[in-house]
Each structure stands twice: as C-alpha cells, then as structure tokens.
C-alpha cells in the first residue's frame, strides 16, 4: 500500500511507540476500508498487531476502548483522525468522506457518550476537489461546505460531531496536502506515499 518493506514499517512503528512512552504490543490498529465499523476492545490482555504489519487483522474505520493503557491507532495521509472521549470511554476514528456520508462518527459518540473531540490534520477546503457524488452524499450537513468543486472535510465532520451532541470540538486547521514539510498525502503524491497515526489513549 505504502511500498515500504515490512522490516522498515516495524522499527518506525518500534520508535512511534518508544517516543510516546507507549507499549507496542498494546496498540490497537486495523485494516482501513473506509467504512463505519469501530472495533471494541474490552480485554487488556489481547495483543494488537501493531509490531506485526503483515498479521492479520480485522477489518475497520475506529476503535473504542474503555481500558486504560490500550492505545487506539489509526493510519491518515488526507483522511481525517477524529478522537471522541465521553464516559463510556475513548474512539479514534479513521474519516474520509466515505466514513462520514456513512454513521461512523454517530456510532462512536453513541458508544463512548462523546461529550468532547478533536479533528487532527487533514485535506483541507483549500485542495480537496470532489465531484457530484461526494456533494450528493451530504444532504443534511447544510451550507458552506462545498464551494467551487471543492470541499471542506474538516467543517463537515465538526457539523457532524456537533449534531450528535458533541458541544467541545477541537480542530487541528492543518491541510496535508500543503504541508508537505510535515505530512504525507495521498492525493498530492500520486497515492503512493506513507502514513501518519492519530493515535488516542486513555490514563
């Protein structure tokens, strides 16, 4: 997918987690299809398969956890890292368009009781171009996010959030297609490219 070899994708995941202070073989990741399913995970003593790319794993778009020390993990290069927190515990959720025209962010404030989010980087409304399709799929979210064939991802999911009955949002404004000091793009480099992690845990 990225065209990096498996022994590379390792030592770089090895060194995310020593720099966060993480247990690797706790992280929780998946393979990202663009849809609505959040995995729960509710036994601290399952390993992940984060220090083991080429393992199988389930497929899925977020991951919900109540357990502390369980790092939730999801893969980005445009797509958006949405972390919602409430009492019944913590999601990270992978959204493109797909994900949010479906009910993946309705079903993680469902489960966890969202009552806060963050928004980390993505495409912005600057370079995100869309055709009808993506338009057509946003009925309800209102005016203003789409303009000039372009369309404003970050907006859309903070309108969704807000909707579902999240009332404290944060929003990183950061687009990876510009940054291209510090992030990688899928769109801007020809979908071959790496990835960056949104990752979320609980104390």
Partial sequence: MTGDRPGSV??????????????????????????????????????????????????????????????????????????????????????????????????????????????GPGIGPCCFEVGPDVAGSFPDVGEGVFADGRCDLPEIARRKLRSAGVEAIEMSGVCTFCDQRDFFSYRRDGGLTGRQAGIAWVD
């Fill in 10 to 119: 390792l030592e770089n995941r090895k060194r995310a987690a020593a720099a966060l202070g993480l247990e690797g073989d706790r992280m929780k990741v998946a393979t990202q299809v663009h849809g609505s399913r959040i995995v729960r995970h509710l036994d601290p003593s399952v390993a992940g398969s984060y220090l083991n790319p080429e393992a199988d794993q389930p497929e899925a778009d977020g991951h919900m956890t109540s357990l502390p020390g369980v790092p939730l993990l999801v893969l980005v290069a445009d797509c958006l890292p949405i972390a919602v927190k409430g009492p019944g515990g913590l999601a990270m959720l992978h959204c493109g368009w797909r994900g949010l025209a479906g009910t993946l962010i309705e079903k993680a404030v469902s489960m966890t009781g969202g009552g806060a989010a963050a928004i």
